[in-house]
Each structure stands twice: as C-alpha cells, then as structure tokens.
C-alpha cells in the first residue's frame, strides 16, 4: 500500500463522492507511468462518455496496454489519477494525501471493469460454461448479491448464447478454435456486468479468418450502452465502431477524433506516417 501526497484530483466529477448517476464515465487525467528510469505514459488525458466507444491506436511501445492496465488499477499510476463515475480508481482522497486502496477494495472495483486480452487467458481445465460462471460465483457482481451455482449457469449460458456459443458450453479450451475461446473470454468479461469493458488487441492472435467472429461480438457491444475501450490494429473495425479514435505515440497522446477526422484528416505528421503504414492503399473512409 502506498501513499502519494503530490496529485490530488481537481477535475470535477473526480471528486464527487457520490457515483451512480451515471455508468460507465471514464476520466483519465494527466496520468504517468515509469518502469524505471523510463517514463511509458507521459501524462495521458483522455475522457471516454459513458456508452462511448474509443479506439486506441499506435506503435508498439507507445504504451496503450500500460494505460488499459491503468484503467483496472493492474498497474499503479506514479502521477495524476483515473476516476470512474466520479470514484477514483485505485485510492482514495484523505487529507490532502491519495491513499491507496487496501486489495480488497482493489479487488471490488476491478469487478466493475471487464478486461479481455490477446491471449483469452481462459482457465484450460474448466470448460466453455465454467470459464464463464467462475467468476460471477466466486465474487459478487457490483453492488449485487452473488448468485447461486444455478442462477450462474442461467447467466452463463445466456451469455455463451450473446456470443453466440451457447452450443458449445461443455466444451474445453483446448476443443475450441481461437475465435470461439476470445468469445467464450468476452462473455466471461461480460459475466460480472461490467461499466466498462477493456480489450488489448482482442484479435491478434487469431488467424484472420477468425478476426470477424470476434469483431462482430464487439461490435454487438458497442451498441450495448457498456463503455467500451479498445486497443486493436483493425483500422477498418475502429472506423466502424468508434465515438473516438485516440492516436497514442511514445507515451503521449498525440491526436484525437472522430473516425473521418482521425482517418481522413489527421493534422499531425507523426498520425499520418503512422497510418501511411497501417492502412491499406484500398481503406476508405
Ligand atoms: N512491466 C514492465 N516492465 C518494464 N517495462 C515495461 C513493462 N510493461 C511495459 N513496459 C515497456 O513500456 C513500454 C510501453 O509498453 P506497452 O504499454 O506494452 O506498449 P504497447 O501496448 O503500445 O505496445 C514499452 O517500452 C515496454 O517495453
Ligand atoms: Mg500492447
């Protein structure tokens, strides 16, 4: 547990007590974060509306899953602060001080933020339905009673069938093709009825021609009302579905915009030399 005395929030929502109004507001201010002597988020400031969609985009390096893992408190911020619905992520304000909250407390607010990864990351020896129901019977959904094994299984079926894999609930990880385990991961973030979902390059490890079972997933729940941020390389998805498309580069946020803006009109160099090299000469906008 550590203390830091040197950032106190000032932004407004940041500082109300009293969440709830809203579900699912994101504010990132003037965070920063080292490993050693170097500095990988140079002061990142970025507000995601409740329900909105952001895409983050960039180099390898430029720090977009430090700044995911930011968001769920995975990794500690060395200045400014992240607050969800007006309740800060990771500490809490006495005195003058941020104090950092004990795990447990860690461990309750991280049940509010879902997080999907490259590598499914799923349990191999539980099957599709177990992955999936783990989670909400061992930990209690936010601000809601913790469900029976049966009611779970309910849930969790609903949920392989919202990924459309209701079919294959006994199955195992390893019975299961790469795109079927990141949908069977994307229910499982979805189990504990997430404000927000965070996803680190969803599809990157899959062959591309299971890219779209999992786009198509993640497009459904763009239209959903959860807050959804997003790190990937599918330019053409994040033109799609993005509210805003954040450009990060060596730490920093360098642009930000709607997709026409961002990708038809980007004003930095460093946004349009990285594009020249992402984006297929047939991408229109
Ligand atoms: N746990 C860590 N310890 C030391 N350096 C790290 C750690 N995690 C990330 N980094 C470094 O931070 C920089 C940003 O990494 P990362 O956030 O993974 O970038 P991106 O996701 O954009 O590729 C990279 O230079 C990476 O090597
Ligand atoms: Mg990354």
Redesign the pocket.
Known sequence: MSTRATEIPTAPAAVHQDAGITRGLVEITKVRKS??A?E??KGITLTVEPGGVAVIV????????????TINHL?KVDGGFIAIDGTLVGYEVRGSTLHELREKDVLKQRTEIGMVFQNFNLFPHLTALENVTEAPVVAPRSGKPRLTRAEARERGLELLDRVGLKDRAGAYPRQLSGGQQQRVAIARALALDPKILLF??PTSALDPELVNEVLDVIRELATSGTTLII?THEMGFARDVADTVVF?DE?QIVEQGSPKDIFTNPREVRTRSFFSKVIEPAFNI
């Open positions: 490993f050693g170097t990988v988020l960039g180099p390898s390096g430029s720090g977009k899953s430090t700044l995911l893992r990794e680190d390059e790190v990060m730490g």
